[in-house]
């Protein structure tokens, strides 16, 4: 493979870690490369093609299994930590150590096990693996494959490879020799990685723990916790001489739009990924603070903040304009709907599709507060609820908790101007608004639909939206409430990239970001175009 080092080319550094009671055993390193070098790739371009090291894993695996201790012979090193970028390798690099762990140890009874945050995740490394064994013959010879359970056996000297499902209370008593962990960074609690790590390899003499992952957002994790560890051993602040600590990633300072540091960051560049890869991700990072956290994160393996603002605010404003709803009247819109807690923010907002001589989204919120709370919210929150009354911006209904019949009501006089076609809304505590609702519709000929918050309703919408904002295709009044919502918005985002407003960590309301979010997603799925995902599957509701 283009990349990898021939054995004969390869000059080895030994490592600033080897204590002084170890040495480089290059008969033991060389029988190691020399086993994965016999197995073959299994995916893509490369598939059947002779499985090289690119020269930083050669090092790792040099170092892992050639540093020696001087009198007992057995490895120095008991864990590696390897921290890099997607599309590094990882996958087959780890599945070429579990194969040399089962079959080329030399430890009787091996049990190795891959392992991961769910058995899904845990299988991508067995799989290769097995692929590997199955595209040579010498190995099938002395092995059985079983791929119904997820095992490997090798009855020479009674050993097997398997993956575990991610329950902690079924891994007591395993007796490990290798442990192939794979994207440590999914890990909520530690809990998984003691019980493997601590409590199942002490009748091993010289058992390797191997985990393998990408950088994550969560800095009270196991994983950011070995990530510290791992850049304090490499700054000589920290010792733990049976621990190889391997980061690929961005530094505090750098600059994540410099292609130098791209390459410095991804060890395989142009060799499992090609750099005009790496450049397109980039280029789609500059225009959107969802995306360029997940480049950061995944492309440079950098410890991103969990809090990614979402909205380029210059954008927004610049769609902004004054609006004639007049112009509007008698045409279809659809609605989302965002209940408040009895005190707080409720928020409606109509999404017009784009008309026969317009091609833009239009956007028309409406929003309400209980009288008696705008003196006390306007005091406590340092917000200008009582300015904006004046304005007339926003709605108040009588007493200290919102109406919501007045709400029902409001909307009965809107379905008169406007033709409301749907009405979405979140149906956590929304039971009784809810008939009232549909009775209504039932009268005005509109639906009341459900619309889930989690990452499967709410992502691809909120993609849509952004990607219209940019696009310049919504148009809305410069409402001042919807404009301090969009302003506050924090967004989640989960490992493959789905994004969603989160009302806990943005500093202050987005009610009216969630309700615009969800009557859009109603208004592209009817408007029938090819812009928009919902055209060619729907919603999916969780």
Same mark, same amino acid.
Request: net charge negative; glycine share 6%.
């Given at each position: ?182 994207? #440590? ?159 707080? #923010? ?22 309400? #507060? ?173």
């Amino acid at each position: 493979m283009e990349g990898g080092a021939p054995l004969s080319d390869y000059i080895y550094k030994p490592t600033l870690l080897m204590l002084p009671t170890s040495r480089y055993d290059a008969r033991c390193a060389d029988f190691a490369v020399n086993f994965m070098h016999m197995l073959r790739f299994t995916k893509g371009e490369w598939y059947g093609k002779p499985f090289r090291l690119m020269p930083w894993q050669e090092q790792i695996v040099r170092d892992i299994f050639g540093i020696v201790d001087k009198e007992t012979g057995y490895r120095q090193f008991r864990m590696t930590y390897i921290e890099l970028p997607k599309k590094s390798g990882k996958s087959e690099f780890a599945a070429a150590i579990a194969l040399y762990l089962l079959f080329a140890d030399g430890e009787a009874g091996a049990e190795v096990y891959s392992i991961a945050n769910d058995i899904n995740q845990a299988r991508i490394v067995f799989d290769t693996a097995q692929n590997m064994v199955m595209q040579n013959r010498d190995l099938m010879s002395i092995c059985k494959v079983v791929p119904s359970t997820k095992r490997i056996v090798f009855k020479h000297t009674n050993s097997f490879y398997r993956v575990l499902s991610s329950e902690v209370k079924s891994k007591q008593g395993f007796n490990v020799s290798g442990l192939i962990f794979d994207e #440590l960074f999914a890990q909520q609690t530690r809990e998984l990685f003691d019980t493997m790590t601590k409590y199942t390899g002490d009748a091993r003499r010289q058992p390797l723990y191997w985990i393998i992952t990408t950088a994550g957002r969560d800095r009270t994790s196991i994983c950011y916790e070995l990530h510290c560890k791992s850049k304090d051993i490499l700054s000589g602040a920290k010792v733990d001489p049976s621990f190889y600590p391997v980061i690929y990633g961005i530094e505090d300072g750098e600059d994540w739009t410099d292609p130098a540091v791209w390459r410095r960051c991804n060890p395989s560049i142009d060799v499992t990924i090609p750099f005009e890869t790496i450049r397109a991700a980039f280029e789609q990072a500059k225009q959107n603070p969802a995306e360029e956290m997940h480049f950061r994160q995944f492309r440079l393996n950098e410890w991103c903040n969990a809090d990614i603002r979402w909205m380029h605010m210059d954008k927004w404003d610049a769609l902004g304009e004054e609006i004639d709803w007049g112009d509007y009247e008698g045409r279809d819109c659809y609605c989302g709907l965002d209940l408040s807690s009895t005190g707080d #923010l409720t928020a409606l907002v109509l999404v017009f599709p784009p008309g026969v001589y317009d091609n833009k989204y239009a956007i028309l919120p409406h929003f309400w #507060l209980p009288e008696e709370a705008i003196d006390l919210r306007t005091r406590r929150d340092h917000v200008p609820y009582a300015v904006w009354r004046k304005m007339g911006v926003f709605n108040t209904t009588e007493g200290n908790v919102v109406d919501y019949d007045y709400i029902v009501a409001f909307i009965a006089k809107l379905s008169e101007r406007y033709r409301i076609r749907e009405i979405a809304y979140d149906r956590y505590g929304a039971e009784k608004i809810r008939r009232d609702l549909e009775e209504l519709g039932a009268e005005h000929g509109f639906e009341v639909i459900p619309f889930g918050q989690g990452f499967i309703s709410m992502s691809p919408p909120s993609k849509d939206f952004f990607q219209f904002v940019m696009e310049g295709k919504i148009r809305h009044g410069k409402h001042p409430v919807l404009d301090w919502n969009m302003a506050n918005v924090v967004i989640d985002q989960d490992a493959a990239g789905n994004i969603k407003p989160n009302k806990k960590k943005s500093t202050e309301k987005i009610d009216g970001v969630v309700a615009m979010i969800m009557g859009f997603a109603r208004a592209t799925l009817a408007s029938g175009g090819n812009e928009s995902v919902y055209a060619e599957r729907g919603i999916l509701f969780v």
